[in-house]
T-cell receptor
Framework: DAGVTQSPTHLIKTRGQQVTLRCSPK?????VSWYQQALGQGPQFIFQ???????QRGNFPDRFSGHQFPNYSSELNVNALLLGDSALYLC?????????????FGPGTRLTVT | AQSVTQLGSHVSVSEGALVLLRCNYS??????LFWYVQYPNQGLQLLLK??????LVKGINGFEAEFKKSETSFHLTKPSAHMSDAAEYFCAVSDPNTGNQFYFGTGTSLTVIP
């Protein structure tokens, strides 16, 4: 049973460019959350998707947007990249069983903006 | 609003010594509490969680944590450190009413000295 998978593993972009990161949740999970982890910091919540809708959003600008597909996979899009967007982007999925409250994290995508 | 404070960004212990990583939280409601571990260049792995019931919870790899409501704490302990325990540890909270957004501390880097 595959866990949460993310692609790509690493990428390098230039300021002003746009980037798309992808996430496939763990089998049996229908909710996907995205987090940004800057170097030396804890993960910061970006937003969460459930039933193909953004259910909750953290304190991130509109440059950060997302999408969830019918198969529960998700994309994170960041427009007009800034140097400060360089970070590890983590995807987490949650089970359909609402009695399970933990989130399962993928390995992350390391984004470097130059 | 919820927040997490992890006292001590770096902790060093000798192999075989007690590990104690501190976590205090602020929450308007009794929260769900989690400890995650992150190894270099990897995502987060759940160590243990507290939702309701017994306040002493046991997790993987010999770790345990005790929820103390009066102290708003959820400290992580392990009786005997192993070299493989060297990693970054994150405490997190979520609101049981929504369960959507996880709030993470800034992390504690554990070094195990041989």
């Amino acid at each position: 049973d595959a866990g949460v998978t993310q692609s790509p593993t690493h990428l390098i972009k230039t300021r002003g460019q746009q980037v798309t990161l992808r996430c496939s949740p763990k089998s049996g999970h229908d909710t996907v959350s995205w987090y940004q982890q800057a170097l030396g910091q804890g993960p910061q919540f970006i937003f969460q998707y459930y039933e193909e809708e953004e259910r909750q959003r953290g304190n991130f600008p509109d440059r950060f947007s997302g999408h969830q597909f019918p198969n529960y996979s998700s994309e994170l899009n960041v427009n007009a990249l800034l140097l400060g967007d360089s970070a590890l982007y983590l995807c987490a999925s949650s089970p359909i069983d609402r009695n399970e409250v933990e989130q399962y994290f993928g390995p992350g995508t390391r984004l470097t903006v130059t | 609003a919820q927040s997490v404070t992890q006292l001590g960004s770096h902790v060093s212990v000798s192999e075989g010594a007690l590990v104690l990583l501190r976590c205090n939280y602020s929450s308007s409601v009794p929260p769900y509490l989690f400890w995650y571990v992150q190894y270099p260049n990897q995502g987060l792995q759940l160590l243990l969680k507290y939702t309701t019931g017994a306040t002493l919870v046991k997790g993987i790899n010999g770790f345990e944590a005790e929820f103390k409501k009066s102290e708003t704490s959820f400290h992580l302990t392990k009786p005997s450190a192993h070299m493989s325990d060297a990693a970054e540890y994150f405490c997190a909270v979520s609101d049981p009413n929504t369960g959507n957004q996880f709030y993470f501390g800034t992390g504690t880097s554990l070094t195990v000295i041989p």
